[in-house]
């Protein structure tokens, strides 16, 4: 029957709590008082009786008032977590939240996604095929101030043009003179074999519409230019289109012979 109000003035049925317990005592004392006096034996424990029932009732009442109105509850807006109470060093108190206006559920878990592995699609290597060549021209002819030609349409390069080469060999013999001091003289016979200074060969690959050269080499130096002397040559055309090849030279015989590829080229 205590209340919770530490530090603070007392209410007024603690007042009268406090008068009624201390008239209680003085009974007690009075009775011990009456073994010297009799005669007031009975007159007090009259008085006593009547007194302490109604006293006891309203200590009943009054314990009644003096005891602490409960705690609030928590409202349904607090939020879950622990606090630390006023006077309370040390303790803490934890509270759960009300499900009045959410419903309780269990946190959503993700699902470990495991990564698909990758499909590794192995492409077959192509074998190459070989191309086919196909000789589309061949002439074995002797060259003295004169030419040859012929056209043809490219549409799969590279077209290969081959010449293989006969100049005009000078050979013979002369002598020479070697001196050796101012009087001994000697004479020695000697041989000689070279290509003709007048052997020469070029071949020419123009566009058959314009003219325009898209290719040229040769043997040796025809007029306006200069080869070197190696017989045999193969001349590479990497222009499509309708071509005019022109075979000329002097004192030469020479062998030529085209090749171009299947594909494409070759119906």
């Not at 409960?70 to 934890?94: L, R």
């Not at 041989?191 to 020469?200: A, I, R």
Request: net charge neutral.
């Amino acid at each position: 029957m205590y209340s919770d109000r530490t530090g603070l003035a007392p209410e007024p049925g603690e007042i009268l709590l406090s008068s009624l317990l201390g008239k209680i005592m003085l009974s007690a004392s009075i009775r011990g008082y009456n073994v010297k006096y009799p005669y007031l034996q009975y007159t007090l424990m009259d008085i006593g009786f009547k007194t302490i029932f109604p006293v006891v009732i309203i200590l009943l009442v009054i314990a009644s008032a003096c005891v602490a109105p409960p705690k609030p509850a928590p409202s349904a807006n607090s939020s879950t977590g622990t606090s630390s109470q006023p006077g309370a060093k040390g303790s803490t108190v934890t509270t759960a939240p009300t499900p009045q206006y959410v419903t309780i559920e269990t946190p959503f878990v993700t699902p470990t996604r495991t990564p698909p592995m990758p499909e590794i699609t192995m492409t077959p290597t192509a074998t190459p095929v070989p191309d086919v060549w196909v000789e589309i021209y061949r002439i074995t002819h002797y060259y003295s101030y004169n030419s040859t030609a012929f056209s043809y349409d490219l549409k799969n390069p590279p077209m290969l043009i081959h010449f293989s080469l006969q100049p005009v060999n000078v050979t013979g013999k002369k002598i020479v003179v070697k001196h050796y001091g101012l009087d001994i003289e000697t004479t020695e016979e000697v041989s000689y074999n070279y290509y003709s200074p007048y052997s020469w060969f070029e071949v020419t690959v123009r566009d058959k519409t314009t003219g325009r050269i898209l290719a040229q080499d040769g043997f040796g130096s025809p007029p306006g230019n200069s080869y070197s002397q190696n017989v045999n040559k193969t001349l590479k055309v990497y222009n499509t289109g309708e071509l005019l090849v022109e075979l000329k030279g002097n004192s030469m015989t020479a062998t030529v012979d085209v090749n171009v590829k299947q594909d494409k080229n070759i119906a």
